[in-house]
T-cell receptor, first 115, second 115 residues
Framework: AQSVTQLGSHVSVSEGALVLLRCNYS??????LFWYVQYPNQGLQLLLK??????LVKGINGFEAEFKKSETSFHLTKPSAHMSDAAEYFC?????????????FGKGTMLLVSP | DSGVTQTPKHLITATGQRVTLRCSPR?????VYWYQQSLDQGLQFLIQ???????AKGNILERFSAQQFPDLHSELNLSSLELGDSALYFC??????????????FGPGTRLTVL
């Protein structure tokens, strides 16, 4: 069975600082990996995904994530935080070669950005 | 705006009652997914339909059922409601079922409160 662990339910950064949100997965076969963002009172929006190929994936709003098989990780980064980045971020996995695209989500990390 | 619509936005009901949540997928999307988001369980996959047929099942209770109609909209029926069913229910849609190419687009959610 797959599982996703997001370290830290809350992460606080100052505006302009580096954002690092951690995600580790547990799966016998490297899964497809996703990061979603949820703004207050809204649905989830896809930030980026890794399926195959280059392990550094660039997404929207200046975010990127790197798939590291040896560390079973898919951490999300952004060089410089903006106030508008304050939201909840979810890492998710989907089984590879299964014919299904159902997602297993982590518990989420709330990003707080202070001026 | 993801293009996925959900109605109603909010629903308040009493224990033991039955409710129906409705979802219209993005134009052209054949798959519909239902998720439940609660404080204690996080985001959990409930069920997926593809072109009218049940495709995958997650942690969906027997008191819950869903269907996808010929016009591709979907309904999630929740019966014999309990206090613990209070949650945000999200619908998502995608073009097909392949996890590598299919991005799931989420609706804004229906907030269910059971009193």
């Amino acid at each position: 069975a797959q599982s996703v662990t997001q370290l830290g339910s809350h992460v606080s950064v100052s505006e302009g600082a580096l954002v690092l949100l951690r995600c580790n997965y547990s799966s016998s076969v490297p899964p497809y990996l996703f990061w979603y963002v949820q703004y207050p009172n809204q649905g989830l929006q896809l930030l980026l995904k890794y399926t195959t190929g280059a392990t550094l994936v660039k997404g929207i709003n200046g975010f990127e994530a790197e798939f590291k098989k040896s560390e079973t990780s898919f951490h999300l980064t952004k060089p410089s935080a903006h106030m508008s980045d304050a939201a909840e971020y979810f890492c998710a996995v989907s089984r590879r070669n299964s014919g299904y695209s159902t997602l297993t989500f982590g518990k989420g990390t709330m990003l707080l950005v202070s001026p | 705006d993801s293009g996925v619509t959900q109605t109603p936005k909010h629903l308040i009901t009493a224990t033991g009652q039955r409710v129906t949540l409705r979802c219209s997928p993005r134009s052209g999307d054949l798959s519909v997914y239902w998720y439940q988001q609660s404080l204690d369980q996080g985001l959990q996959f409930l069920i997926q339909y593809y072109n009218g047929e049940e495709r995958a099942k997650g942690n969906i209770l027997e008191r819950f059922s869903a269907q996808q109609f010929p016009d591709l909209h979907s309904e999630l029926n929740l019966s014999s409601l309990e206090l613990g069913d209070s949650a945000l229910y999200f619908c998502a849609s995608s073009v097909g079922v392949g996890p590598s190419t299919d991005t799931q687009y989420f609706g804004p959610g229906t907030r269910l409160t059971v009193l």
